[in-house]
Nanobody, 120 residues
Framework: VQLQASGGGSVQAGGSLKLSCTAS????????VNWYRQAPAKQRERVAT???????NYADSVKGRFTITRDNADTTFYLQMNNLEPEDTAVYYC???????????????WGQGTEVTVSS
């Protein structure tokens, strides 16, 4: 399974961006999806999670501003980011658990990062 993240860019504070993460491969089924971010000189942190049934969870720092969704085909996942703040500047990564074929245990996959820069 390969995850391809896109949608990063540079915006001013208060602006919006929508990140996408597309899963490709064969014979897979995506379970839980996460978005992480890593700011310069900081540890990677989880930003948002969506389970297969659609339950979502957010870091306190982004609650009310970010929304994680998944498409009906369960191959593309989004992070809508509104009212962006300079503190949101980071490289954002998508991460997913996926089942392969009939394997009952999921594997974990990471996409490459997409950079988000928010200027004040």
């Amino acid at each position: 399974v390969q995850l391809q993240a896109s949608g990063g860019g540079s915006v001013q504070a208060g602006g919006s961006l929508k990140l996408s993460c597309t899963a490709s491969g064969s014979g897979f089924s995506i379970n839980t999806v996460n978005w992480y971010r890593q700011a310069p000189a900081k540890q990677r942190e989880r930003v948002a999670t969506i389970t297969r049934p659609g339950t979502t969870n957010y870091a306190d720092s982004v609650k009310g501003r970010f929304t994680i969704t998944r498409d009906n085909a369960d191959t593309t996942f989004y992070l809508q980011m509104n009212n962006l703040e300079p503190e949101d500047t980071a490289v954002y990564y998508c991460n997913a658990d996926a089942f392969l074929g009939r394997d009952p245990y999921p594997n974990n996959y990471w996409g490459q990062g997409t950079e988000v820069t928010v200027s004040s």
